[in-house]
């Protein structure tokens, strides 16, 4: 059992430096938090009312649950990813019927003074169902029956979070679009998702004609660019407009003016996109239908978003979005939140103020200043440094589990590992980009950093399956090399 | 599935997406942290209250160490509208404790409004007892600033003294060193000496955490800096002599000056109608300063240093000092006067006195016409080659005896008076005039004008024989060894000393002897003087008198001038006596002319139309 022996240790296999800089974030996040709430005037430092010595206790719960990880076989996650994902889907609605309400998500369960966010467990359920699904011999991300399934698989929980009013937690199941593209999901269905993302925030600014025109546009220059049939395409764009034109002359004076040119391109459009659907259906053109549903879906829910923009968006949340947009501008309203942490991290300079000396800290300037904003004590008090240095960290652990997802001998560690790397670079895209005002506010936690045991501990786990996953395959091959 | 080096290709294509995502987050914390200093500013904006300390205003003594001006305690009541308590707070109780109006209250919290990081004034002069109450009343936003008030103890001296009030918006543009809301002197010595009375104002740097809470102080009050009080002045002014100056002079309208011979100080300055400088400060400062702005008779007008009065017979004293140095007048000179002085059809008149005279008793009984040939004789000099030759000479040498110009006294707003030069005179005749176009300047009339203080001046020019220090309010400046320079200096006029005696004698022989200043006799003191009646378009005559007493080793030299006063003998010269005989014995033996001038009430229709 030479395989036993060298193989059973705990720690054989386990990428040394994906360890290393998870230390080293979760201790400069926990520094952080002690700088965001220290409290001089307090009895005794070391009292456990304060956040930093419960973020202590956080740490090592997640570092058992870490070891806990690493002692289970790795099968286990293979053969457990499905009923997690259904546990979490479970969880969810539970949540959604039977969670309290904690500033206006209806996301939480809560265990007397503890409270958990089932939403940090659906990641690592839906991150498992994924790499399950995706590495099924028989999986291919060009049919569009398995397209739909993993399309599902991701909506469905982002539907129900969205539904708890924690949208910027659902928008980062969004993030797998990263896994899906390396797994070999059409580049030119890729920029077309983006596109309508940006073409959703752009409805607000843009005319409806504008954007219509431009949907459009967009559908069809992602279609060209599947089928590479220039002309015909062409040919097709023409004859919808000209077909809108004509429409519109014929029937503006019979209707007195009801009819304009916008409502005519409408008809044309959804007619001729139609007509290309069952073209497509027959000649098995999958891609091009996926071009002609994104059009179809896009049209469907961009008059919507004005409903859903009032409906499902809190007033905290759309005023934050119009304000990043640059709709409404108010420093002292929705601007504020962002305004402070800009201060904060801008005052920092290149080498901050020190330790416990930030005063737009210490003085309750940053709101959320341990949880969301974390990022903005290591601005104020860590200056230019530790902001790079944070910054070099976490892009040095994204690349190292890309690295990760790469050596692996199977496709569930490899989409694993990306689907951790998507996550994690979601969070700190949009974490630290609120800070600095590039994203809008969303409230989501500043991986192993925020304050919170919930997050702390999930993120520990999603992290160190990665790792379990990954050492497993080097021990397998550090055993075969032995033999 | 795809293959491997397609898989490969798309991991590459991965990594740049993470490059660029984290170029995008490092490029913008840089531009934040390193480029854009803005948010340091902002943050110390956000945690730093200063506070401005307000330095004690310096006061103001008179030479003998009475108070003529004070500083006292008060507050200014601060409110930073951010910092207040949003559930509302007791009103009525404030604007108790601080004696404002509801409405003033709720005008002063909306223009607060307006910028709500800043502290804005709800009101002023609070005295120190209200402002204990108000501590005590725990106003969260709200703050009280040390400030001083003044206060004039002995209500003298309006125009002399100033006022101390807040800056105004023009104020505030020529002078960057100061912050709306700060208070400056207006006027007088308060202006003259606003810079040394000021002080300098320090400031407190204060942590606050986002509710407004003060912290503690910043960097351990390192950029704190302690108020540098102002300093105190000794005034040359003679509180005693100032305050039966403006009694006398009360219902009058006029001016009296009085000037140490010796160094040139000021011992009183009165211009009336005046005002109690104290009703300028304070919170009745707007009503009390309108209703001096409508007075007719213009009590804000500071007559002693900026009006224009002929000043009559009094300048026949110059005019003989002229004639003596240039050599056309000896003493022992006669003139005849049939009462007045006649060519063809100009006649100057004058009273009944015999006839010939000399120059003393041409002085002494102030003829009018001896001075008209004096003054003919000096202009048609013929030395010079014609009277408009002449008429510079004569010019020169009234300018040397400060008339004409600002003598240069820490007033700032000295006037000049007027002494007309050759081409009003070329212009207005056409070049063709003569010495008996101008003759009445010989008698102190014409075009002439002179300020009081000028004409004390000249009465203390007469007391030295022959030269002046330049007249001054401050005698001393906490602090300073010496004060400016040219008032050390001796101004001498263009007239040779040695011919200041006989003049002097003419002075002193009309109150001794036989002239028109009898009344101003002391006993014990040889007092000299000469009267003016000074004719004007403006009603009565004018009185004015000037005089300096003792003759030798004088110690006070004094104007006294009353618009329409008629003789100089019935209104000017009882004051300037009463005035020189409390100086020099310290007592006044005739509390009935006290009575009777303080009772005097002159009528001015020019005024109180």
Redesign the interface.
Known sequence: MTANRHGSSLFDGVDRWTVLLYLLIVAAGWLSITAASFDESAASIFSFSHFYMKQIVWIGVAWIFALFVLLLDVRFYHMFAYPAYLAGIVLLVAALLFGREVNGAKAWFEFGSFRVQPVEFAKIATALAIARLMSEYS??ITRLGDLVRIGLLICIPLGIIVLQNDTGSGIVLGSFL?VL????LNKWLCIPILLVVALFIASFLLSPMTLLVSLILICTGSEIAISGAVRSRIVFLAAVFLAAILLTLLLALPTHGAVDLYHALLAVSVAAAAGAGIYAYRNRLSESMIAIGIFLGSLVFLPTTDYLFESVLQPHQRERILSFLGIVNDP?GADFNVN?A?????????FGKGFLQG??I????VPERHTDFIFCTV??EW??VG??TI?VL??LL??RL?RMG?RQEEPFGRIYC?CV?SIL?FH??VN??MT???VPVMGIPLPFMSYGGSSLIAFTILLFIAIRLDASTRQFSFNKYRH | ??DRE???R??K???I???V??G???G???Y???I?T???E???S??MRREVQYPPRGEVFDRRGAYLAQSRECYDLMVVYREMDKRGFDTARLCNITGITPRRLRQKLADARVS?RAPVLVANYIPKEDKLRFDAGGFRGFYAVYRTVRHYPLSVGGNLLGYVGEVSASYLKNNPAYRAGDYVGVGGVESAYEPLLRGRKGVKIL?????GAI?GSYMDGLYDTLPEPGRHLVSTIDARLQLLGEELMRGKVGAAVAIEPATGEILMMVSSPTYDPDDLVGRERGNNYMKLLHNKRNPMFNRAVKGKYPPGSTFKLVQGLIGLQEGVLRTTDLHPCHEGYSVGRLHVGCHSHPSPLDLSYAISTSCNAYFCYVFRDILENSKYGGVKNGYDVWRDYVLSFGFGRRLGSDFLDEGSGYVPDRELYDKRYRGSWNSLTVLSLSIGQGELGCTPLQMANLAAIIANRGYYYIPHIVKQIEGCDSLDARFYEKHYTKVDPKHFEPIVEGMWRGVHVDGTSRAARLDGYDVCGKTGTAQNPRGRDHSTFLSFAPKDHPRIAISVYVENGGFGASAALPIASLLEELYLTDTIRRPELVERIRNMQIYYPAYDR
Do not use: W
Request: with cysteine; glycine share 12%; aromatic share 12%.
């Open positions: 999986f291919s990263f593209y390396r797994e070999g002292s402070q800009k201060i904060a991290i801008g005052s920092g300079g290149l005063t737009q210490k003085y309750g300037f601005g104020e200056g230019f902001t790079m910054l976490l892009c994204i690349l890309m790469e990306y790397a670079l700190v895209l630290i980009g600095v005002g590039l | 599935m795809i397609e898989g490969y798309r991991m294509t991965l990594q997406v993470v490059f995502i984290f995008l987050l490092m913008r914390v840089a934040i942290q390193l854009d803005r948010y340091k902002l943050a110390r956000n945690v709500p942590e606050r955490d986002t509710h912290k």
